[in-house]
């Protein structure tokens, strides 16, 4: 089975600094797909980020980034610039076919 | 687009009450699942659904929990009777079955169980 493994339960950064989040999964499958979301205290569950895995290029969205490294199943996000409003819990996640696997989350402070 | 609506919000019982939680999914999507989020255990799978039929529920934890989807705008998780321990957030999420479908998820229903 597919597992998911977030290995920092919690990670601080101050505020304009850049941290990364790790993860990584565990598969058999050549074809598939890894998110991050964030969950702020609103419990609202948003997606930050996506990587198809085929696509060798690393995702970008403004101040989010991954680095998505296949062969060690590896999948971390940096958040560059970190502002306050970037404190949450972050969820990786793993798409194969139509099952979708998540970490246990990274919680986020952003110190000021 | 709406989103996915989940209802409601928060939801208060007593120990041994029938408890129902509904969701509306995005119009077209034809996944549809159920999450169960706490503290111990994050975010488990209770069950999912294609084209309103139920897939995988490996993941609902007793015969106390029932899920139905009686057609694709629609679907229901029952708990009967409820127990403290199934105090919890629930999600109901949907997405396409195929392609690069991410999952879109409803604000969540927060169970309290007393």
């Known amino acids: 089975a597919q597992t998911v493994t977030q290995s920092q339960p919690e990670m601080s950064v101050q505020e304009a600094e850049t941290v990364t989040l790790s993860c990584t999964y565990d598969t058999s499958e050549s074809d598939y797909y890894l998110f991050w979301y964030k969950q702020p205290p609103s419990r609202q569950m948003i997606l930050v980020i996506r990587q198809e895995a085929y696509k060798q290029q690393n995702a970008t969205e403004n101040r989010f980034s991954v680095n998505f490294q296949k062969a060690a199943k590896s999948f971390s996000l940096k958040i560059s610039d970190s502002q306050l409003g970037d404190a949450a819990m972050y969820f990786c996640a793993y798409r194969g076919g139509n099952q979708f696997y998540f970490g246990t989350g990274t919680s986020l402070t952003v110190i000021p | 687009d709406a989103g996915v609506i989940q209802s409601p919000r928060h939801e208060v019982t007593e120990m041994g009450q029938e408890v129902t939680l509904r969701c509306k999914p995005i119009?077209?999507?034809?996944?549809l699942f159920w999450y169960r989020q706490t503290m111990m255990r994050g975010l488990e799978l209770l069950i999912y659904?294609?084209?309103?039929?139920?897939?995988?529920d490996s993941g609902m934890p007793e015969d106390r929990f029932s899920a139905k989807m009686p057609n694709a705008s629609f679907s229901t998780l029952k708990i009967q009777p409820s127990e403290p321990r199934d105090s919890a957030v629930y999600f109901c999420?949907?997405?396409?079955?195929?392609?690069?479908?991410?999952?879109?998820f409803g604000s969540g229903t927060q169970l309290s169980v007393l």
């Open positions: 659904f294609n084209n309103n039929v139920p897939i995988d």
């Open positions: 119009s077209g999507h034809n996944s």
């Open positions: 999420a949907s997405s396409l079955r195929t392609g690069f479908g991410k999952l879109f």
